[in-house]
């Protein structure tokens, strides 16, 4: 079992960054993949980054350039740096981490933190 808890999530304006950040406890030495998903009003749930457990991290085509992700194993943190921050970032943004068993993958979902970027 893995327990998230993020925060950072704030009212920003147009342009501006923001600084997310979760940490995970429980059984966190079994974690694989560990970053983001972010949901907007209407949409689907969607990737953001998120680190398969080497320096590589996958990012949405939508936030590529704009956000860095930084994955601390030892720490058992996930932070998001999000730059030139655009209304269509607005969503709740949720840390996610995720182990193998032997025949799936098991998910964890943090609470959500609500990110607001005003025009």
């Known amino acids: 079992q893995v327990q998230l808890v993020e925060s950072g999530g704030d009212l920003v304006q147009a342009g501006g960054s923001l600084r997310l950040s979760c940490v995970a406890s429980g059984s966190t030495f079994l974690i694989n993949r560990f970053g983001w998903y972010r949901q907007a009003p209407g949409n689907q749930r969607e990737l953001v980054a998120v680190?398969?457990?080497?320096?590589?991290?996958n990012y949405a085509d939508s936030v590529k350039g704009r956000f860095t992700m930084s994955r601390d194993n030892a720490k058992n943190t996930v932070t998001l740096q999000m730059n030139s921050l655009k209304p269509e970032d607005n969503a709740v943004y949720y840390c996610?981490?995720?182990?193998?068993?032997?025949?799936?993958?098991?998910?964890?979902w943090g609470q959500g933190t609500q990110v607001t970027v005003s025009s």
């Open positions: 680190s398969s457990g080497g320096t590589n991290t």
């Open positions: 996610y981490a995720a182990y193998w068993r032997t025949t799936y993958q098991k998910d964890f």
